[in-house]
């Protein structure tokens, strides 16, 4: 059933602020990954949260699923299981950081390259929560209410509910 004010303007616009915030953030996420593999390994063995023969495949293909979840949802394509995806993601990010905090452990989330051991006192996992949160929000977002202005889903996938008032009033019918 969908929600009373799903085909409201502002929930579009909205949506399509949720789809470019998170996917900007992978995209950018991603790609300061991409040329450095090994240190990607690394950053995810600082959380010692993995076995250790599973942090050389989730480093290896972290950021590329980054970069291509993001790409899905600036883009607006099959935007619903992009933005689960993205949501999905940003749970595994909050675990991972409330997992070193609650450890007692000091890293550098690796969120955008890096990674590793830090100075007590130097890592900034409330920060690195809250942003992963608000992440987490707007994928949240764009999977309850897909559709937004500016997507190509709009183009490919075009339903009824997606011919806005004006192009029915243009209607020679």
Known sequence: MPHAFAGRRWVRWATFAARQILGWTLIVAGALKLPWPEASVQAVRAYQLLPFDLTRPVGYALPV???????????????????????AVMVA????????WAHGLSIDCGCFGGGGEVENGMAQYPWDIARDTGLFACGIWAALFPRSPLSLDTWLFRTPADITEEELEESPV
């Open 93 to 100: 990010f909050v675990i991972g950081i409330a997992w070193v």
């Open 65 to 87: 699923l980054e970069v291509a979840v993001g790409l899905l949802l600036v883009l607006g394509l099959f935007t619903r299981i992009s933005a689960w995806i993205g949501a």
